[in-house]
């Protein structure tokens, strides 16, 4: 398998997890109907949670199409590379 051909793999599978995210997102949004108070506090820190991994995985899916991370693709079979912020 390519660089290339990683990176869109890469891509495709984050893609997944995004939709995943929605449908696991918009379920948990229809049970805040039938929870008490307590329950839909608990419930709404949960979806903020995935609210923000949904965020995190579309940034990354940009920097990966926009060629950002390609450092990391091309390093993805170096024990020695640590990638540096």
């Known amino acids: 398998m390519t660089q290339i051909e990683s990176k869109k793999d890469i891509i495709q599978f984050l893609k997944l997890c995004v939709t995943y995210t ?6 948990k949004s229809k049970r805040l109907e039938n929870l008490n108070e307590e329950e839909i506090e608990i419930a709404k820190i949960e979806i903020e949670k995935w609210e923000i991994y949904k965020q995190f995985t579309e940034y990354t899916i940009n920097e990966l199409s926009s060629g950002d991370l390609d450092e990391w693709i091309n390093n993805l079979h170096n024990p020695e590379f640590t990638p540096k912020p």
């Open 22 to 27: 929605n449908s696991s997102l918009e379920r």
